[in-house]
């Protein structure tokens, strides 16, 4: 009986030892996940605010296009800006092949302010593409994550009533921790 009780005594000691360690290392990776998902909530709002403020960057940009594109425009329907037949814009040296002919410079212009239209509806589609896709992916993650915390939450509970039973069945009448 007594040699029973001893055998009883050492697995639970060597129970402890064994909690000790697990629990400690249970509580370091917990901590140490717990600051991971910190650090990913302050980068990621970094990055926000960043793709935010280019965002605005690019819509102030759209804006002031759009407003040039109005002056030419309205430069052509014969809305002059400032003295009447002065030239208001910057004195600009022209290439010859340009210089010589006005039409091939309006044309190639056109061409390539179309050329740029084009490349500007491509890049804002793979934009908002890109951005859609990266919903999914984080949308999807998120909900796995908020599983797995679920998980952990009844893990916990059912680890601390574990803990608690174990803790009050190895408690010795005299004994203390």
Not at 21 to 33: A, I, K, M, P
Not at 145 to 156: C, D, W, Y
Not at 157 to 173: R, V
Request: charged share 30%; net charge negative; with cysteine.
């Amino acid at each position: 009986m007594e040699q029973s009780r001893r055998s009883a005594k050492r697995k639970c000691e060597a129970l402890k030892n064994d909690l000790y360690v697990e629990l400690t290392n249970l509580t370091n990776d917990y901590r140490n996940l717990q600051n991971d998902i910190h650090n990913a909530n302050e980068d990621f709002f970094l990055m926000c605010k960043s793709m935010s403020e280019r965002q605005a960057d690019f819509l102030t940009r759209a804006l002031f296009l759009e407003e040039k594109y109005g002056e030419v425009i309205g430069m052509l329907d014969g809305k002059l800006k400032q003295g009447e037949g002065e030239s208001t814009g910057e004195n600009v040296v022209l290439p010859t092949p340009y210089a010589d002919s006005f039409a091939r410079f309006a044309e190639d212009s056109n061409y390539s302010l179309k050329g740029h239209g084009v490349l500007m509806d491509e890049e804002e589609r793979k934009m908002s593409q890109l951005l859609k896709e990266y919903d999914e992916v984080f949308s999807e993650n998120m909900k796995v994550f908020g599983e797995r915390a679920k998980a952990i939450v009844v893990m916990r509970t059912n680890l601390a009533a574990k803990l608690t039973k174990f803790n009050t069945s190895a408690q010795q009448p005299g004994e203390s921790d």
